[in-house]
Nanobody
Framework: QVQLVESGGGLVQAGGSLRLSCAAS????????MGWFRQAPGKEREFVGA????????LYTDSVKGRFTISRDYAKNTVYLQMNSLKPEDTAIYYC?????????????????????WGQGTQVTVSS
């Protein structure tokens, strides 16, 4: 059972930056695709981006392309979400998630149903 712990959320002004971290409890993290999702009040959870375990391949939702970047430190079992040029509409609880079936999947999934393990979430609030 992989445990994921997010950190790095907070309050930031529009145009600012935050870096979220997601630490995994075990080394099998290295064979998982890692995803980031977010959920704003009154809205469904939505895909933000994902990172493939075998390479530097990443996938982002259109609204964050060019502003958000996912990276991974395998030595630290940690994945990061660097968020720049933040907008008020980025306000949400951000979750990291692990896809343990990544080795049997082509590419990256945008569906939350394909991710087996989830962190507890971290709040990001962007003020205008």
């Amino acid at each position: 059972q992989v445990q994921l712990v997010e950190s790095g959320g907070g309050l930031v002004q529009a145009g600012g930056s935050l870096r979220l971290s997601c630490a995994a409890s075990e080394g099998t993290f290295a064979t998982y695709n890692m995803g980031w999702f977010r959920q704003a009040p009154g809205k469904e959870r939505e895909f933000v981006g994902a990172h493939r375990w075998t390479s530097t391949n990443t996938l982002y939702t259109d609204s964050v392309k060019g502003r958000f970047t996912i990276s991974r430190d395998y030595a630290k079992n940690t994945v990061y979400l660097q968020m720049n040029s933040l907008k008020p509409e980025d306000t949400a609880i951000y979750y990291c998630a692990a896809d343990s079936k990544a080795s049997r999947r082509l590419g990256l999934s945008k569906s939350s149903f394909d991710y087996d393990y989830w962190g507890q979430g971290t709040q990001v609030t962007v003020s205008s």
